[in-house]
């Protein structure tokens, strides 16, 4: 079956606590990103990955850090975590076509990550 | 700046009847659009699409229209049934951009009584 995962579904942390949520998906898609839920905002993109190797920022990425070592693999790392990311995250992947991605982008469950 | 805008949080239609969803978006860059359904404790799930060069793009009771005049653009759902309850998401992008990434609004609850 098709599909990105997550993990965890569910943290609670506290502040400072490093922290990485995974993100697989096994559609050998090259673009792979990374967003954040809040009431009221929507959806922001926080990083995206055009292949392995290849990241960048999005609209919030302060505070975050990804990696992308493998094709399949673009977890989200949190090295000191504040209260104000406190969120819903969810990981996305589509296919690339000649290095644009195709928009039709599949996501993961979502990670609800709570920091006190 | 909200680049892309769903200005009704919430939208409620009986069953058998039809929702029409409005989104407004502010960027003329803008030239894909996309609108994605979530339920509840689950990811958003592509809905349907279309393309600043078409005006409407239909998929069995989904149907997309587009103004770009009016920088508009709507989703039609015909019949409504009650599993369409769900948050729905406009999204738009520009297609050739490095990034493409998706600019999302804020989402619309529809709830569709039995």
């Known amino acids: 079956e098709a599909q990105v995962t997550q993990n965890p579904r569910y943290l609670i942390t506290v502040t400072g606590k490093k922290l990485t949520v995974t993100c697989s998906q096994n559609?050998?898609?090259?673009?792979m990103s990374w967003y954040r839920q809040d009431p009221g905002l929507g959806l922001r993109q926080i990083y995206y990955s055009m292949n392995v190797e290849v990241t960048d920022k999005g609209d919030v990425p302060e505070g975050y850090k990804v990696s992308r070592k493998e094709k399949r693999n673009f977890p989200l790392i949190l090295e000191s975590p504040s209260p104000n990311q406190t969120s819903l995250y969810f990981c996305?992947?589509?296919?690339?076509?000649?290095?644009?991605?195709?928009?039709?982008?599949?996501f993961g469950p979502g990670t609800r990550l709570t920091v006190t | 700046d909200q680049q892309v805008k769903q200005n009704s949080p919430s939208l409620s239609v009986q069953e058998g009847r039809i929702s029409i969803l409005n989104c407004d978006y502010t960027n003329s860059m803008f030239d894909y659009f996309l609108w994605y359904k979530k339920y509840p404790a689950e990811g958003p799930t592509f809905l349907i699409s279309?393309?600043?060069?078409?005006d409407k793009n239909e998929d069995g009771r989904f149907t997309v229209f587009l103004n770009k005049s009016a920088k508009h653009l709507s989703l039609h759902i015909v019949p409504s049934q009650p599993g369409d309850s769900a948050v729905y998401f406009c999204a738009a992008t520009v297609y050739t951009g490095a990034n493409s990434k998706l600019t999302f609004g804020k989402g619309i609850t529809l709830s569709v009584r039995p």
């Open positions: 279309i393309s600043s060069i078409k």
């Open positions: 559609m050998n898609h090259e673009y």
């Open positions: 996305a992947s589509s296919a690339g076509l000649a290095g644009l991605p195709r928009y039709e982008q599949y």
